[in-house]
């Protein structure tokens, strides 16, 4: 069984930082991909930042500039830095593993979610 567990959500005042976490665990053998996802209420979920196994990050155009996927631990961690806030990014924010497991079946993960809440 594989788990995906996010940390670090919150409120936050806008322009201020929180820093996400998502831990990988289980019968995992190869991570090909692992990021976050977001989704506000009524929206689409979105994609915030990913990378891959050669540690190649895809931001989506809401993070370039002001968000940061962290490789600390990786491929079994990995980091979201998220600084000058901004309302719009009020969202549940979810991690993503790309991944074989143990019997080298290939699958996508989801977290259960962190809510992230940008108000003053």
């Known amino acids: 069984q594989v788990r995906l567990v996010e940390s670090g959500g919150g409120l936050v005042q806008p322009g201020g930082s929180l820093r996400l976490s998502c831990a990988a665990s289980g019968s995992i053998f190869s991570i090909s991909t692992m990021g976050w996802y977001r989704q506000a209420p009524g929206t689409e979920r979105e994609l915030v930042a990913t990378v891959t196994s050669g540690s190649t990050i895809n931001y989506g155009d809401s993070a370039q500039g002001r968000f940061t996927l962290s490789l600390e631990n990786f491929p079994n961690r990995v980091y979201l830095q998220m600084n000058s806030l901004k309302a719009e990014d009020t969202a549940v924010y979810y991690c993503?593993?790309?991944?074989?497991?143990?019997?080298?079946?290939?699958?996508?993960?989801w977290g259960q979610g962190t809510q992230v809440t940008v108000s003053s």
């Open positions: 993503k593993a790309e991944l074989s497991d143990l019997g080298f079946l290939d699958g996508d993960y």
